[in-house]
């Protein structure tokens, strides 16, 4: 049986995607960027941006820990963590959904978004905290309920998608006395930049959000 490869042949398939914990829709490898529903006090959902830390693993590649997540300072993902005990953490390629989530205050009226491939629903338990200059930083620890893979995809590489990432966490440090302003404005230009060259419709309009939500251009000018 051919297994696909132009030329009939056989190869060793090499798996790059990550540990797959109990529980969850999706494997995960390293800090994965995940957009994550909580319940907040006006009954809607908070949708927030969320970088989840897989777990570690044993001799056998096996998961030997829990996933985490970290939130800064006192956001309404802590806030509704500290105060329902979980949310929907979601995997999304929409980048427009990431850009909303990490710069604007955006709140929907069901837990799933649209756009989101896969979800699963977890508990979630503060399990340490530390403080750098006048944030606050809490690790918690994450564990599934329930769980769903609404689409599945063959996965694609796009450069513009990864830059419309990394733009969001620039973005979101430029009014933080801790980073250099000067500096979060050339990784924007550059990011930008690969977005122009090498992004989808998606991405670039992702990206006009990211100025919309910011106004990092204009600053940018000035300096």
């Known amino acids: 049986m051919s297994d696909g490869r132009p030329d009939g042949g056989s190869a060793e398939r090499t798996d790059p995607v990550g540990v797959a914990p109990d529980g969850w829709p999706v494997p995960l490898r390293g800090v994965t960027e995940s957009v994550v529903t909580t319940l907040g006090p006006n009954d809607r959902w908070n949708v927030a941006a969320l970088g989840l830390h897989a777990p570690e693993t044993d001799a056998d590649g096996e998961p030997d820990s829990p996933v985490t997540a970290r939130t800064y300072g006192r956001t309404r993902t802590w806030r509704n963590f500290e105060e329902r005990g979980g949310g929907v953490v979601q995997f999304t390629v929409d980048p427009r959904t990431f850009v909303d989530a990490a710069l604007t205050v955006r709140e929907a009226d069901d837990p799933v978004l649209p756009s989101a491939d896969a979800w699963v629903e977890i508990d979630a338990e503060e399990v340490a905290a530390e ?93």
Request: proline share 4%; charged share 30%.
């Open 131 to 223: 403080t750098e200059g006048d944030t606050t930083i809490r690790t918690w620890e994450l564990s599934p309920i329930d769980s769903a893979v609404v689409s599945e995809r063959v996965p694609t590489v796009n450069r513009g998608f990864g830059a419309v990432v990394d733009a969001t966490v620039a973005a979101s440090r430029l009014d933080v006395p801790a980073f250099d302003t000067g500096e979060l404005l050339d990784r924007l230009r550059y990011f930008a930049d690969v977005v122009d060259r090498c992004g989808g419709p998606a991405e670039r309009e992702a990206f006009a959000r990211i100025d919309e939500a910011t106004g990092w251009r204009e600053r940018a000018d000035k300096a």
